[in-house]
């Protein structure tokens, strides 16, 4: 068998790239609990019928929406960093 | 349509989900660019065409958090279209997760090109119009025929589907990160590649056959 040199992202040759393994492997366990959250919500609408407390639905659908718009708030406070370590390394 | 009639009650927060359409077509007018972080951009527009495809998830959260409010006040009736609205929440929740991570400039400039976008732009694309469009089929099949389709198979194909997209198109995240370039029609052996391949090869053969027989 050929034994070719690694050209993974997950097999980082440097600094740069490690941080952005590492990177990949934050935003992989945040996007696992996300979908574990939403989708399991989702089924349990589904899969559970019957007319669910209307407080506690308001709760769970408020508590999610007011989290997509938290994490996004974090998002733009990220892409502002971006923008300003960009600016330095020009 | 789907949501509310099986639910059996009006669509909860109506207003906020077209006011998220309106959101998400807005937005589509400054993110277009995540499709070429590649080509040599100043780091400015690389910074604000990332924030409006990483924004793009706020109004799209709204809309799937409405339809879950739906399906949790109202009294819901199973049915073959809801597992396939189910399916494409699913899938289409996987595929803007990955957006995200691509929607991130320097991961962008790992996967870019590779086999990673192809697993997200499936997922994507699948989640958010295929199997919207079965579940529509199935809906309205009856409306123009007069006849209802069979539940029971209908719930066989529903899983056949699911699980030969899946095995199909998720390895190929995996393929991506080990480093497999898009657009190739051949691959050196020994990188890794061989496995995830063959199982995608084996996803998207399942997924063609259903699809012709559903």
């Known amino acids: 068998m050929n034994e070719l040199p690694s050209q993974s992202t997950l097999d980082p040759a440097g600094s740069g790239a490690e941080q952005i393994a590492n990177l990949f492997y934050v935003m992989t366990s945040g996007a696992l609990i996300i979908w574990f959250i939403v989708v399991g919500l989702a089924a349990y609408a589904i899969l559970v019928p019957g007319k669910h407390n209307v407080r506690l639905t308001k709760r769970l659908v408020i508590g999610c929406c007011g989290n997509t718009c938290f994490g996004s708030s974090g998002t733009l406070k990220f892409t502002s960093c971006f923008c300003h370590r960009l600016r330095w390394w020009r | 349509m789907i949501v509310p009639t099986f639910a059996r009650v009006p669509m909860a927060g109506y207003e906020w989900i077209v ?171 020994g990188m890794g590649f061989e496995l995830p391949n063959m199982i995608s090869s084996i996803g998207a053969f399942v997924l063609g056959r259903v699809f012709a027989l559903a």
């Not at chain 2, 660019?33 to 080509?39: A, E, K, N």
């Not at chain 2, 040599?40 to 409010?69: D, H, K, N, Y």
């Not at chain 2, 189910?86 to 590779?114: K, N, S, Y």
């Not at chain 2, 480093?179 to 051949?186: A, D, F, T």
Request: aromatic share 16%; net charge positive.
């Open chain 2, 19 to 189: 006011l998220a359409a309106v959101g998400t077509g807005f937005l589509s007018f400054g993110l277009w660019v995540h499709h070429m972080f590649t080509t040599g951009l100043p780091g400015i527009s690389i910074g604000i065409f990332s924030a409006a495809s990483q924004a793009v998830a706020i109004p799209t959260g709204v809309q799937i958090f409405c339809f879950i409010a739906t399906l949790l006040i109202g009294r819901v009736v199973k049915s073959v279209c809801l597992l396939f609205v189910l399916a494409g929440l699913a899938t289409f929740i996987i595929g803007g997760l990955t957006g995200v991570m691509v929607a991130v400039a320097p991961f962008d400039f790992q996967a870019h090109d590779t086999y990673f976008i192809v697993g997200h732009l499936h997922y994507v694309l699948v989640g958010g119009t295929i199997f919207p469009i079965v579940a529509g089929f199935y809906y309205y099949y009856p409306l123009i025929t007069g006849k209802q389709m069979s539940e029971r198979l209908g719930t066989v194909a529903f899983w056949l589907l699911l699980v030969g997209f899946n095995v199909a198109f998720f390895p190929m995240h995996l393929t991506g990160l080990i480093g497999l370039p898009r657009r190739v029609y051949s691959y050196p052996s």
